[in-house]
């Protein structure tokens, strides 16, 4: 092999190695987590932007109930954000418990115990949010709300949904007939 054959290859091996380094840089920057803002309210508004004025047009919603639906939908979010992030602080103290030595059982135990609490907490206040939201609604304002309500529920629990709205005849001859 000649001196101008080596010179090409390694030339070939330099620009390779700087090519993925920079598509390894890229992916790193791309999968970065964004900064999250303490604000419950500003986050909401960053993940959609325009859901507020959305309902509000399909609903048909006058001045005033925007103006309490926007202040009920601040207020839900706020509340629900302060839940998430407690429920998270508790997950981190299960794991530092857990890579503790000898984990105390007990301290785990109340941790799973406060993070029950703290989900039931969070289905009580939307429960509360959903109920509050349906007294602002007229009746047909109400029945396009359920209708927004079943688009946003993930797949999952609109199957379930459906389970729970069907006769219990008609589910048993449906899993037997599987």
Known sequence: MNIFTKNRMLVGAVILLVALNIATIGTIALKQPKPQDSSAREGFS????????????????????????????????????EIRRAIQAHHRMIMQELDAENPNRVKLDSLAAEIGHLH?????????????????????QYQNLQKIFRRAMPQNQRMLHRERRQPMEHRRSTTTNE
């Open 120 to 140: 039931e907490q969070q289905q009580l206040a939307t429960i509360e949010h959903f109920v509050t939201l349906r007294e602002v609604c007229s009746p047909e």
């Open 46 to 81: 960053r993940q959609r932007p325009n859901l507020g004025r959305s309902i509000s047009t399909e609903l048909g919603l006058t001045p005033e109930q925007e103006t309490v639906f926007e202040e009920l939908r601040r207020s839900y979010f706020e509340e629900n954000l």
